[in-house]
T-cell receptor, first 113, second 114 residues
Framework: DGGITQSPKYLFRKEGQNVTLSCEQNLNHDAMYWYRQDPGQGLRLIYYSQIVNDFQKGDIAEGYSVSREKKESFPLTVTSAQKNPTAFYLC????????????FGEGSWLTVV | AQSVAQPEDQVNVAEGNPLTVKCTYSVSGNPYLFWYVQYPNRGLQFLLKYITGDNLVKGSYGFEAEFNKSQTSFHLKKPSALVSDSALYFCAVSYGGATNKLIFGTGTLLAVQP
């Protein structure tokens, strides 16, 4: 089935550690996105990539990093510089053929312990 | 500043009754408007969108939304609510046709009582 796969679903991080969230899509979409969801705040854009080997900061990029070496993959690293990383992270993708509609993965919960 | 507002944190409705989830926006230019639904611990599922054309848009699961340019609103509606419609609903708006400019509301929790 076509879709966006995020892993792991649940992840625990110790203080000072970097962790990487995986996002893979087989929809052949050019653009990919990472959002953070906190209760009562809606979704906020962390990073986005319109094309392979290119990515741009979103509204809350500090403490995060990404790479886009392959069209189907857009991993997000939450670094130790992110002071409040506990949240639900959502990966999404789109392309011009989907009429500007963004499609989401199932999300990953990150908790700092 | 570009923004989207969902004025109600929660909407309660009895099963079988009509439901409305409100959304208003403030963006420059012509907006693209979207509704998504989220079930607990899941990603967002696309329901419907307005880009141009007919102001009444029909989407998945019997939902529809009406674009009102003068009131800058895009309210989500359904004629007869189901208990299974209970979920968190997000309105989103993009401007300039750019998906990297997608702004989400804070969400409205819909609770349908049997």
């Amino acid at each position: 089935d076509g879709g966006i796969t995020q892993s792991p679903k649940y992840l625990f991080r110790k203080e000072g550690q970097n962790v990487t969230l995986s996002c893979e899509q087989n929809l052949n979409h050019d653009a990919m996105y990472w959002y953070r969801q906190d209760p009562g705040q809606g979704l906020r854009l962390i990073y986005y990539s319109q094309i392979v080997n290119d990515f741009q900061k979103g509204d809350i990029a500090e403490g995060y990093s990404v790479s886009r070496e392959k069209k189907e993959s857009f991993p997000l690293t939450v670094t130790s510089a992110q002071k409040n990383p506990t949240a639900f992270y959502l990966c999404a993708s789109t392309d011009s053929n989907s009429g500007n509609t963004i499609y989401f993965g199932e999300g990953s919960w990150l908790t700092v312990v | 500043a570009q923004s989207v507002a969902q004025p109600e944190d929660q909407v309660n409705v009895a099963e079988g009754n009509p439901l409305t989830v409100k959304c208003t926006y403030s963006v420059s230019g012509n907006p693209y408007l979207f509704w998504y639904v989220q079930y607990p611990n899941r990603g967002l599922q696309f329901l419907l969108k307005y880009i141009t054309g007919d102001n009444l848009v029909k989407g998945s699961y019997g939902f529809e939304a009406e674009f009102n340019k003068s009131q800058t609103s895009f309210h989500l509606k359904k004629p007869s609510a189901l208990v299974s419609d209970s979920a968190l609903y997000f309105c989103a708006v993009s401007y300039g046709g750019a998906t990297n400019k997608l702004i989400f509301g804070t969400g409205t929790l819909l609770a349908v009582q049997p």
